[in-house]
T-cell receptor, first 113, second 114 residues
Framework: AQSVTQLGSHVSVSEGALVLLRCNYS??????LFWYVQYPNQGLQLLLK??????LVKGINGFEAEFKKSETSFHLTKPSAHMSDAAEYFC???????????FGTGTRLTIIP | KAGVTQTPRYLIKTRGQQVTLSCSPI?????VSWYQQTPGQGLQFLFE???????NKGNFPGRFSGRQFSNSRSEMNVSTLELGDSALYLC?????????????FGEGSWLTVV
């Protein structure tokens, strides 16, 4: 069965600093990988997804993620953090034949002014 | 284009009661799935419907059920509510069923069981 692990349940960065949120996946077949963001009292918003077309995926709000098969990773980055990026971020995986999304435990991002 | 709409947004129920949550997918989307989000268990898949057929089911007791109508709208029902059923229930829709599809989430229904 597929799974994802998000390292760091809480990450704090200063405004303007690099954001790096880590996600490692486990899957015996090629995965589809997603990053979602959840703002307080809201649902999930898709930031970006990897579906094997390109290993570097650009998403909304300046975020991007790179699929690294050798490291089984799909880390999310943003060059310069903004106060509005404060939220919870979820990495998720699905695979052909088991199309449900399997989520990581989430990383709460705090931006320090 | 309207997003995924869930009703009601907030509700409080008593242990032993049942509850029905409703979801209207994005226009044209035929796949609807449901997820439960709790602080302890995180985001867990409940079930997915496509063309009125349940295609996939998560590891939840039979008290949790759902259905999809011909217009793709979906409902989920929880019977004999327990305190542990208190959660945010998220509905999501996509054009088709299948891995890699872009899945869009609604804002959720907050259920509190007292």
């Amino acid at each position: 069965a597929q799974s994802v692990t998000q390292l760091g349940s809480h990450v704090s960065v200063s405004e303007g600093a690099l954001v790096l949120l880590r996600c490692n996946y486990s899957s015996s077949v090629p995965p589809y990988l997603f990053w979602y963001v959840q703002y307080p009292n809201q649902g999930l918003q898709l930031l970006l997804k990897y579906t094997s077309a390109a290993t570097l995926v650009k998403g909304i709000n300046g975020f991007e993620a790179e699929f690294k098969k050798s490291e089984t990773s799909f880390h999310l980055t943003k060059p310069s953090a903004h106060m509005s990026d404060a939220a919870e971020y979820f990495c998720a995986v699905s695979v052909f034949g088991n199309e449900k999304l399997t989520f990581g435990t989430g990383t709460r991002l705090t931006i320090i002014p | 284009k309207a997003g995924v709409t869930q009703t009601p947004r907030y509700l409080i129920k008593t242990r032993g009661q049942q509850v029905t949550l409703s979801c209207s997918p994005i226009s044209g989307h035929r796949s609807v799935s449901w997820y439960q989000q709790t602080p302890g268990q995180g985001l867990q898949f409940l079930f997915e419907y496509f063309s009125e057929t349940q295609r996939n089911k998560g590891n939840f007791p039979g008290r949790f059920s759902g259905r999809q109508f011909s217009n793709s709208r979906s409902e989920m029902n929880v019977s004999t509510l327990e305190l542990g059923d208190s959660a945010l229930y998220l509905c999501a829709s996509s054009l088709y069923s299948g891995a890699g599809n872009t899945i869009y989430f609604g804002e959720g229904s907050w259920l509190t069981v007292v």
